[in-house]
Nanobody
């Protein structure tokens, strides 16, 4: 099993910045990709950004140029720097990892609230 522990999030005014981090832990696992999804009230969970081992990134169109995903491969940690935040970015943000133990599976963090409001 792989455990994901998120930190960061909170309340920020429109135009402000926040950073999220997520560390993966467990035994005998290999991470193939990490990233972030979000879910706003009444909406489906959606991809925000992912970063695969080969360095390939994938961003939701509406966050391109504002959000930056990065990884510390040695620490099995993924970061999301969010700039120029908008009220529409308000959601619970979930850390994601695709990792192989005996088999490859998707793992999720518990979620952290990001609220953009004046």
């Amino acid at each position: 099993q792989v455990q994901l522990v998120e930190s960061g999030g909170g309340l920020v005014q429109p135009g402000g910045s926040l950073g999220l981090s997520c560390a993966a832990s467990g035994s005998s696992f290999t991470i193939n990709a990490m990233g972030w999804y979000r879910q706003a009230p009444g909406k489906q969970r959606e991809l925000v950004a992912t970063l695969a081992n080969g360095g390939i990134t994938n961003y939701k169109d509406s966050v391109k140029g504002r959000f930056t995903i990065s990884r510390d491969f040695a620490k099995n940690t993924v970061y999301l720097q969010m700039n120029t935040l908008k009220p529409d970015d308000t959601a619970v943000y979930f850390c994601y990892a695709r990792a192989r133990t005996r088999y490859e599976n998707d793992y999720w963090g518990q979620g952290t609230q990001v609220t953009v409001s004046s």
